[in-house]
């Protein structure tokens, strides 16, 4: 059974950094998407970073708000994907999930996302 557990989340002041982990189990596909995605109150769920793991290569995507800001990564050995946020502002005050799926290069929207965590809270003050 797949499981992704999210951790990392908290209150933090504008300008601050977090690193967000979401620990992965019992997922075994080859050639997939992860990534992180967002909601705050009353807005729609936003795609924030995404990456797809492939035999040789992983390539990384991020949405224009979070560019030079945010960073996701991965550590293989220990199957957990991170986010990375620096110069966090108010607006990025959000539940964060994290997603896994099978699918391919881009990783575009969420039809890859098989698979979801049950969120971690970043309150960002300013």
């Known amino acids: 059974q797949v499981q992704l557990v999210e951790s990392g989340g908290g209150s933090v002041q504008a300008g601050g950094s977090l690193r967000l982990s979401c620990a992965a189990s019992?997922?075994?596909?080859?050639?997939?998407?992860m990534g992180w995605f967002r909601q705050a109150p009353g807005k729609e769920r936003e795609g924030v970073a995404r990456?797809?793991?492939?035999?040789?290569?992983?390539?990384?995507y991020y949405v224009d708000s979070v560019k030079g800001r945010f960073t996701i990564s991965r550590d293989k050995a220990k199957n957990t994907l991170y986010l990375q946020m620096n110069s966090v502002a108010p607006e990025d005050t959000a539940m964060y999930y994290c997603?896994?799926?099978?699918?391919?290069?881009?990783?575009?929207?969420?039809?890859?996302?098989?698979?979801w965590g049950q969120g971690t809270q970043v309150t960002v003050s300013s």
């Open positions: 990456m797809y793991v492939g035999a040789r290569d992983t390539y990384t």
């Open positions: 019992g997922y075994t596909v080859s050639n997939y998407c």
């Open positions: 997603a896994a799926g099978a699918g391919g290069i881009p990783c575009r929207g969420t039809y890859w996302t098989d698979y």
